[in-house]
């Protein structure tokens, strides 16, 4: 029953893992190695139950959800500019985005809430 409810955690922590694992891509893509390192790191703080970790993820993730609008807008004008489709791009980037922003959400669940003990 331990392990159950352990992996049942990760399995609500997983919108997290693969929003920072996207994230990390994208910033190995960019040459943008410190930030690559951070969004790397970030999730090892999961395994700590302090309410404030889940609060600095949740930045993270903020702040990491305004990046890919961020790229969304230089790409889609980038390719406005040379003539070609962009549709497809917005449309892809735009529904990272949403992930990205809405994994911040996780930490709602009742379960983990008592897991990091936040309040609310």
Do not use: C, D
Request: hydrophobic share 60%; net charge positive; proline share 2%.
């Amino acid at each position: 029953m331990v392990i159950q409810i352990k992996f049942m955690k990760i399995l609500r922590l997983s919108p997290v893992f693969l929003s920072v694992l996207l994230l990390s891509a994208h910033f190995y893509r960019a040459n943008l190695y410190l930030l690559l390192l951070v969004s790397a790191v970030m999730p090892l703080l999961l395994f700590v139950k302090e309410p404030w970790i889940v609060r600095q993820i949740q930045i993270m993730l903020f702040l990491g959800s305004i990046e890919w609008i961020r790229t969304l807008y230089l790409l889609v004008e980038e390719r406005k500019a040379l003539g070609e489709s962009w549709m497809r791009l917005a449309i892809i980037l735009g529904s990272v985005a949403l992930f990205t922003l809405l994994s911040a959400l996780v930490f709602q669940t009742r379960s983990l809430k008592e897991h990091y003990r936040t309040r609310n």
